[in-house]
Nanobody, 122 residues
């Protein structure tokens, strides 16, 4: 099992910045990818950003140029730096851990955190 604990959510004004953190623990040998998803009220959960243990990153079009995902492998921690946030970024953000297959360019997330609320005021 893998445990994920998120932190850093909160209320921020549009145009501002916020950094989310996710600390992972447990059987990390089975994990080679971590990511952030979000779910806004009435909408499906969507992938925001993901990163492999080798540093390959994937970002949703809606956050490109504004959000940056990074990881500290020694600390088993992944970060999401959110800049120039917009009201439409308001959602519960979930950290996830799983695997990435380079052959199929596919992420599979098996473990999820409890989520942290991000609210952007206009």
């Amino acid at each position: 099992q893998v445990q994920l604990v998120e932190s850093g959510g909160g209320l921020v004004q549009a145009g501002g910045s916020l950094r989310l953190s996710c600390a992972a623990s447990g059987r990390m040998f089975s994990i080679n990818a971590m990511g952030w998803h979000r779910q806004a009220p009435g909408k499906q959960r969507e992938l925001v950003s993901a990163i492999t243990s080798g540093g390959r990153t994937t970002n949703a079009d809606s956050v490109k140029g504004r959000f940056t995902i990074s990881r500290d492998n020694a600390k088993n921690t992944v970060y999401l730096q959110m800049n120039n946030v917009k009201p439409e970024d308001t959602a519960v953000y979930y950290c996830a851990a799983g695997t990435y297959s380079s052959g199929s360019n596919y992420y599979s997330f098996r473990y999820w955190g409890q989520g942290t609320q991000v609210t952007v005021s206009s």
